[in-house]
């Protein structure tokens, strides 16, 4: 990547200010105060953005330092950059944020991405952490960062046979860790959820048999009363059988007396009345010959009405007995015929009852049976589903394996950065310190052909060379896909005229820009005497 233009239109003390830079060695000269540290922020907060905090943060964050002296509303910068053999330009409105971004590449006149990651690509998918402490130096901080020691870290154990470290292993592990508690989760939650549902059945289940012997005790007892019922039944019938006959009988026998009176009534009536008109009639001539005509009419005609009066009252009391006989015949055939059908309808209300009870103690055993088979099937599929552990153990033996790797490939990626920064060292130092060594937490130990030189004892320009070297070397390993332009401000304050001259000249040969800002004129002069070509940029206080 070639910085080519930078145009603050209002940023900090600059507006509509642009900024040319070259391939090789820039030099950005101004005195205090003429804006260099303004414009080394500029490339920053136009590359990874610019970011207001909130709270009392916000009275000295970035945002608030650099914000236009006027017209603060209007907070605005581009980039021209070269990449990937295309040219770009990215401009932002630092108060909308990501909203006010806008990535053109100018080759073609695509309008690219920010949100989506094309910037991101284009800068090799280095971190603003990673920035800052590798190819960005600011006034007396060659020393890196403790967010530099987390980034390489997690490089080198991210590190893979490919040697490209774009897997973060601590991200890595991070994702199996929770996919792992998913997964646990998960299946606890399978596991839960199939003990409820086969609580669930067993408790139904359970219900179901506690009813059906309850229904199974009622049907005993109503078949137990059936039973009796039917033995009622037969003995009442043998009873009204045996009244049936004896009922025949004594009916014969009415019907052979009925008949013989009848006989008897109409023989009866056949004399009496000749009978009684005879002495009717007697008597009549009696009274006549004795007492008159008259008499003997008035005693004729009252002997003839007793005579009829009686035999009315005697016929009246014939039917009558005759009507009370049939009646209790009809009644006796009505209590027979009311006892069978009562003893019809309760046979009916019973055998109902028996084949309810039937028909609930079936549809009980089937719903019982139906719920044994779905707790077998249940307990045989959750006996059978292993996958969650399938994928806890693959996870598990992810994790491993990237942890097994991530050491051994930690060993090779640290053994080549050891080797990187130790020849940078030794350049810069003319060959003084052949070697550097490097431990986990970043701890520097220098190596002269004789001697072991610990890093607190050397000088504070030998120092500020060594950090130096450890920030280009780790800079190599975050972007090798694309190498930054190496920022430099006031990073040669403590090197003697030699080593910055040796300095300067390493970079030239290694590094395709470098931009260095300074106060005096000293780099430039060491430049001209080694025959370097720069590329001269003024800024007025």
């Known amino acids: 990547m070639v910085i080519r233009e930078l145009i603050l239109k209002n940023f900090g003390k600059f507006q509509n200010r642009s900024v040319r830079l070259d391939e090789g060695i820039n030099i950005i000269y101004g005195e205090n105060e003429s804006g260099k540290s303004t414009l080394h922020a500029f490339i920053q907060c136009i590359l990874f953005g610019l970011k207001k905090m909130r709270g009392r943060a916000s009275r000295t964050d970035t945002y608030t330092r650099y914000t236009p002296w006027d017209n603060p509303s209007w907070y605005e910068g581009t980039i021209r950059f070269s990449c990937g053999g295309k040219d770009f330009r990215l401009e932002r409105d630092f108060r909308r944020g990501e909203d006010g971004t806008k990535l053109v590449c100018e080759s073609d006149g695509e309008l690219l991405s920010v949100a989506d990651g094309d910037l991101e690509m284009l800068l090799g998918g280095i971190s603003e952490a990673v920035y800052e402490n590798t190819v960005s130096i600011g006034q007396m901080k060659s020393r890196t960062g403790d967010a530099l020691l987390l980034e390489l870290r997690n490089y080198l154990s991210s590190y893979q046979e490919s040697g490209d470290g774009k897997l973060n292993v601590d991200k890595a592990l991070l994702l199996l860790k929770e996919k792992k508690k ?17 609580k669930k059945i067993k408790f139904e289940i359970a219900y179901l048999e506690q009813e059906t012997e309850e229904l199974e005790q009622k049907l005993l007892e109503e078949k137990k009363r059936e039973k009796e019922r039917l033995e009622e039944q037969k003995q009442e019938e043998w009873k009204q059988e045996e009244r049936k006959r004896e009922e025949t009988q004594r009916e014969k026998v009415r019907m052979s007396a009925r008949d013989r009176r009848k006989a008897g009534e109409k023989l009866n009536w056949r004399k009496v009345i000749p009978a009684v ?21 008035i005693s004729a005609a009252c002997i003839l009405t007793a005579a ?12 009558s007995k ?20 009562g003893n019809t309808g ?25 719920l044994q088979e779905e707790l077998s099937e249940l307990q045989m599929r959750g006996s059978s589903e292993h996958g969650e552990m399938e994928e806890i153990r693959s996870i598990e033996l992810a994790a491993e394996t990237i942890e097994s790797l991530s050491v051994s490939a930690q060993e090779s990626v640290g053994e080549a950065l050891k080797n990187r920064i130790s020849e940078i060292f030794c350049t810069m130092t003319r060959g003084k310190y052949k070697k550097v060594s490097i431990d986990e937490e970043l701890k520097i130990d220098l190596f002269t052909e004789t001697r072991h030189v610990p890093l607190f ?36 304050a403590m090197y003697d005229e030699e080593r910055m001259t040796e300095t300067l000249r390493w970079l030239y040969k290694e590094k395709e820009q470098i931009i260095i800002f300074t106060c005096n004129r000293r780099e430039a002069e060491a430049l001209k005497r080694a025959g370097i070509p720069y590329n001269m940029v003024y800024l007025q206080p």
């Open 182 to 198: 998913e997964w646990l989760n998960r299946m606890q939650l399978r596991i839960q959820q199939q003990e409820a549902e086969e």
């Open 277 to 297: 008109l005879l002495v009717d009639f007697t008597v009549w001539v009696i009274l006549f010959c004795t007492a008159g005509w008259k008499t003997a009419c």
């Open 308 to 319: 009829v009066l009686s035999m009315v009252y005697v016929y009246t009391k014939t039917v």
């Open 322 to 341: 005759r009507s009370g006989t049939e009646e209790e015949t009809e009644d006796a055939g009505r209590a027979a015929q009311d006892h069978t059908s």
């Open 346 to 370: 309760k046979e009916n209300v019973m055998g109902a009852s028996i084949r309810l009870l039937t028909a609930q103690i079936q549809e009980k055993r089937t719903r019982m049976s139906n």
């Open 457 to 492: 004892m050397a000088s504070q320009g030998t120092i500020e060379q060594v950090y130096l070297a450890l920030r280009i070397a780790v800079g190599d390993i975050f972007c090798g896909d694309e190498p930054m332009p190496l920022l430099l401000d006031e990073v040669f």
